[in-house]
């Protein structure tokens, strides 16, 4: 790529200095797993899904995704999560092959953000995937996998200048392939981040300008939900609380 030969230096600068400088935020606390339901997800994935951001679990993708599922379908939902902060998907795909796993409907992956920052070529990363959703199939016995594409990391506030822009092409080429991948497999699809998280991503991010707040973890959630809702065939109810 062109401008990463012209930008190199600058760009390792910003990097190191990011890395070095930035505001570091614990995972959720709370259970990783909420047992039993009529409805059950595996959530696997990086700092995001681990809910970085947010005080509690409750208040992050796992407890807000079941929320909006029980809401939106009227059944009881349970799920298990696999995440850990800075995991890219060959990570997240080796530490889901040493979990126990729970039965369950439906996988959400989060995943794809560690692998841009550390410039994993997409066919590595995109074969995790793919692993990841075939050891969730084999050994949880899930119907339906939504893999949530890299959220737009042109908007990070915590990413200075060209850097900012460098990896914001870098996501857009990994949902390229992701989606390009799972195109053509009925029982796969791929979220992209609602349209309100991408417009006002800084305004719905947490204090270290690079995860999700409470705000943000609740909209992603809702679209999740929908997502599940349509990939499984169910009737829904109004989202309306």
Sequence with gaps: MIAKLLLGPVLLWQGRRV????????????????????????IVGDSSAAGVGAAHQQEALAGRLSEALARLTGQSVGWQLVARSGHRSEQALAALDST?????DVL??????NDVVDQVPPARALAALQGIDGLARERAGVRLSIHCAAPPMQHFPVLPQPLRWFFGRQAARFN????AQVSGEPARHVLQLPAALQRDAAALMAADGFHPGP????????ALAAQVVIGLGLPARSMAT
């Design 100 to 104: 126990e796993l729970e039965p369950a």
């Design 176 to 179: 390229a392939a992701l989606t």
């Design 19 to 42: 890395r070095a400088t930035a505001l570091r935020l614990p995972e959720a606390a709370g259970p990783r797993a909420q047992p039993g339901g009529a409805l059950r997800v595996l």
């Design 108 to 113: 959400v992956t989060a995943l794809g953000v």
């Design 215 to 222: 705000r943000g973890y609740a909209l992603w959630a809702e």
